[in-house]
């Protein structure tokens, strides 16, 4: 069964803390996303890698860095998270062959 | 203006109902899908279309690429059917994807 897991599903940190959510897929698959999920506004991209160590910027970037140093494990950094980073936060990985997206549990952030 | 937009944004249905959510988008797609998130987050794909129509035990996905539209259907809806739908579309040459804000459904005994 195919699983993309995430470090966390619940998660409170204060405001200048900084804040990793790990992300971990077993598919073998190329392409790994990060998004947030506000009330209204639907699942916005904030970064997504296409291969080791390569990143592309999404549409909501700012305050967010990634690190991919394996292909399994995508890693979103808030270097300094702000009470405005309150939200779910997605992880999502897919196929560059197929257009199907295989989605984590989700992580619930609270910023303080 | 969304480029992805569903209607409706919200729906309650009693059991047994036949329901519709529908989305709209404005962008060359390579592929549209339909996702289901119950209450805790999770993400489930129910639906990747790129042309006609598929079905899947109750529920049914059409996609009209002319009009750069799509339905989901449920025939015999049931509480277990409780949560929002959310239509994406994977914009075409990119590996990018555009969500609608969702359509949250309850059901109702």
């Known amino acids: 069964d195919v699983k993309v897991t995430q470090s966390s599903r619940y998660l409170v940190k204060r405001t200048g803390e900084k804040v990793f959510l790990e992300c971990v897929q077993d598919m073998d698959h190329e392409n790994m996303f990060w998004y947030r999920q506000d009330p209204g506004l639907g699942l916005r991209l904030i970064y997504f890698s296409y291969d080791v160590k390569m990143k592309e910027k999404g549409d909501i970037p700012e305050g967010y860095s990634v690190s991919r140093e394996k292909k399994e494990r995508f890693s979103l950094i808030l270097e300094s998270a702000s009470t405005n980073q309150t939200s779910m936060y997605l992880c999502?990985?897919?196929?560059?062959?197929?257009?199907?997206?295989?989605f984590g549990p989700g992580t619930r952030l609270t910023v303080l | 203006k969304n480029e992805v937009e569903q209607s409706p944004q919200n729906l309650t249905a009693q059991e047994g109902e036949f329901i519709t959510i529908n989305c709209s988008y404005s962008?060359?797609?390579?592929?549209l899908h339909w996702l289901q998130q119950h209450p805790g987050g999770g993400i489930v794909s129910l639906f990747m279309l790129s042309s006609g129509k598929k079905k899947h035990g109750r529920l049914i996905a059409t996609i009209n690429i002319q009009e750069k539209h799509s339905s989901l259907h449920i025939t015999a809806s049931h509480p277990r059917d409780s949560a929002v739908y959310i239509c994406a579309v994977r914009s075409k040459g990119t590996y990018k994807y555009i969500f609608g804000t969702g359509t949250r459904l309850k059901v109702l005994a």
């Open positions: 962008v060359g797609i390579s592929a």
């Open positions: 999502a990985s897919s196929s560059p062959g197929t257009s199907e997206q295989f």
